[in-house]
C-alpha cells in the first residue's frame, strides 16, 4: 500500500526524470528535494529504531516536502537551514507542543528570502536587463572588431609589396585583437549556454579556461604593442639592424612572455582562489600579477617613443634623414604614440577601479569600459592599416592596373595601337612610391 511519503518519492522522481535533459541533476530542484527526502526518511527511521519506546512521546519526526524534522519532546525549538536548492543562508524554526510541530517561522518566502511564485525581485530583473542591454553592445564591438581586423590582416597578407618585418608584426598585432574577439564570443557562449550551473555553484573548466586565454590575449595586446614600439625605435636608432635575427625575439617577447605570466596566474588562482570562473577575484595580489606587467609594457612603450621623438627631431635638425622617409617614420610613430597613449590610459583608468562604489556608477563605468575595449581592435586596424598611406598606394595601384586590363580585354584594338610602353608598364612605374621599399 502507498504511504504518502512513497507518493511524494513517486511524483518527485518522474519530475526529476522529465527534466533530465533540461538541467543537470545537480542542479535540478527536484533532484536535490528528493535526495534530502531519502536521507530524511533513512535518519528518521534509524533514530526510531534505536530510541525506546517510552521516549516516543513529543513531536514525531517528519519530512514537510522543504525540510526534516528530527524526533523532539515537547516544548523544544527546532531549526533547520533553507532548502539547498535555494542556495541562501536563513533558517526557518518549528515549535514543538502538546498538539504538535507549529507552524514554520519565520515563513520561508521571507527567511529564505526567495519567493515561491517564480517572480524574480525588480533589482533582479532590472539588473538582468542592463547586463543584456551590456552584451548586446560589446558583441557589436568585436564583431565590428573582429571583420576589420580579418580584412586589415587579408590585405596586408595577399599584396606581396606589403611583405615586410615592420607588416609582419601589424599583423600579430592584428592576430591578437583577433584572439581576443573570438574568444569573448566562446567565453560568452560557455558562460551562457550553461547558466543552469552557475545558478548551483558549479564551475566547468572550459569557462576558467575561457577566462584565462581572454586574459593571455589582453596580454598579447600589449606586449604586442612593445614589440611595434621596439621595432620603430630600432629603424630610427640604428644603421645597421638585423630584421630577421630579431623577428624570433619579437616573436618570442609578443606570444611567448604572456603565456608564462598566464600559466603563473592561473597557478595562483587555482591554488588559492578557485571560484567561479576565474571573473572575479577577492584576493587583490593575484590580479597584480596580471596588472605589472601590463604597465610594465605601457611605461617601457612610453620611453620607447619619448626616446623615437627626440631621435627624429635630431636628424630633422642635422638633415641626417630624407624628407619622405621621416614624414614616413613621423607618421608611423604618431599612429603607435596615439594607440599606446588610449591603451594604457584605458587600462590604467579601468584597472584601478575602487571596489566599494554605487550602483549607477559601476553601471556607467562598465558601460564604458566595454564599449572602449570592444572596438580597440577595429581602432588598431584603421590606424596600421587602412590609414596607411603604403596599403593605400597599393590597392589604388591594384585598383587601376585592373581597370585597365579589363579596358583592354573590352577593347583589344587598342593593345597593339602605339609602339612605346603600355599603359601597364606606365601605371607600374608611376604608382610605385618609396614608402613601398622601406622596412
Given amino acids: 500500500m502507498w504511504t504518502p511519503g512513497h507518493v511524494a518519492v513517486f511524483t518527485l522522481l518522474l519530475q526529476s526524470s522529465s527534466n533530465a535533459h533540461a538541467v543537470p541533476p545537480e542542479c535540478d530542484p527536484n533532484y536535490i528535494l528528493l535526495q534530502d527526502e531519502v536521507s530524511c526518511l533513512e535518519l528518521l527511521r534509524t533514530n526510531r529504531s534505536s530510541s525506546s519506546p517510552g521516549k516516543q512521546a513529543g513531536c514525531r519526526g517528519w519530512w514537510d516536502q522543504l525540510n526534516c524534522w528530527p524526533h523532539v519532546a515537547v516544548g523544544e525549538v527546532v531549526s533547520q537551514p533553507c532548502p539547498r536548492f535555494l542556495h541562501t543562508t536563513g533558517r526557518v524554526f518549528r515549535n514543538c507542543t502538546e498538539q504538535g510541530w507549529t507552524e514554520p517561522y519565520p515563513p520561508h518566502d521571507i527567511a529564505c528570502e526567495y519567493g515561491f511564485n517564480e517572480s524574480l525581485p525588480l533589482e533582479v530583473s532590472r539588473s538582468q536587463r542592463y547586463f543584456q542591454y551590456v552584451r548586446i553592445m560589446y558583441s557589436i564591438g568585436y564583431a565590428v572588431s573582429l571583420i576589420s581586423l580579418t580584412v586589415a590582416v587579408t590585405i596586408l597578407c595577399l599584396f606581396r609589396r606589403l611583405h615586410c618585418t615592420r607588416n609582419f608584426i601589424h599583423i600579430q598585432l592584428f592576430l591578437s585583437f583577433i584572439l581576443r574577439a573570438a574568444l569573448i564570443f566562446i567565453r560568452d557562449s560557455v558562460l551562457f549556454s550553461t547558466e543552469d550551473l552557475f545558478l548551483c555553484d558549479i564551475y566547468p573548466v572550459s569557462c576558467k579556461l575561457a577566462t584565462a586565454l581572454s586574459n593571455y590575449c589582453i596580454m598579447a595586446n600589449y606586449s604586442w604593442l612593445l614589440a611595434e614600439g621596439h621595432y620603430l625605435y630600432s629603424l630610427v636608432s640604428v644603421s ?76 630633422l635638425r642635422t638633415q641626417d634623414m630624407p624628407g619622405s622617409e621621416f614624414s614616413h617614420y613621423r607618421k608611423l610613430a604618431k599612429s603607435s604614440f596615439l594607440l599606446v597613449s588610449l591603451f594604457g590610459l584605458h587600462y590604467i583608468l579601468f584597472a584601478f577601479l575602487p571596489h566599494k562604489v554605487d550602483d549607477k556608477t559601476y553601471e556607467i563605468w562598465n558601460f564604458i569600459e566595454l564599449a572602449f575595449a570592444s572596438t580597440q581592435g577595429f581602432v588598431v586596424a584603421v590606424l596600421y592599416c587602412f590609414l596607411n598611406g603604403e596599403v593605400q598606394n597599393e590597392i589604388q595601384r591594384r585598383w587601376r592596373r585592373w581597370r585597365l586590363r579589363r579596358h583592354l580585354q573590352v577593347e583589344p584594338s587598342r593593345r597593339q595601337s602605339g609602339g612605346g610602353p603600355t599603359n601597364v608598364t606606365l601605371l607600374i612605374k608611376t604608382s610605385t612610391t618609396p614608402e613601398s621599399g622601406l622596412m
Fill in 240 to 315: 645597421l639592424f638585423s630584421h630577421r635575427r630579431h623577428l624570433w625575439w619579437y616573436i618570442i617577447l609578443g606570444w611567448g612572455s604572456p603565456m608564462i605570466i598566464i600559466i603563473g596566474w592561473s597557478f595562483a588562482r587555482y591554488l588559492h582562489e578557485d571560484e567561479g570562473c576565474w571573473e572575479t577575484s577577492r584576493s587583490e595580489w593575484i590580479w597584480w600579477i596580471l596588472r605589472v606587467p601590463v604597465l610594465l609594457f605601457i611605461i617601457v612603450n612610453l620611453l620607447f617613443f619619448l626616446c623615437i621623438i627626440r631621435i627624429l627631431v635630431a636628424k
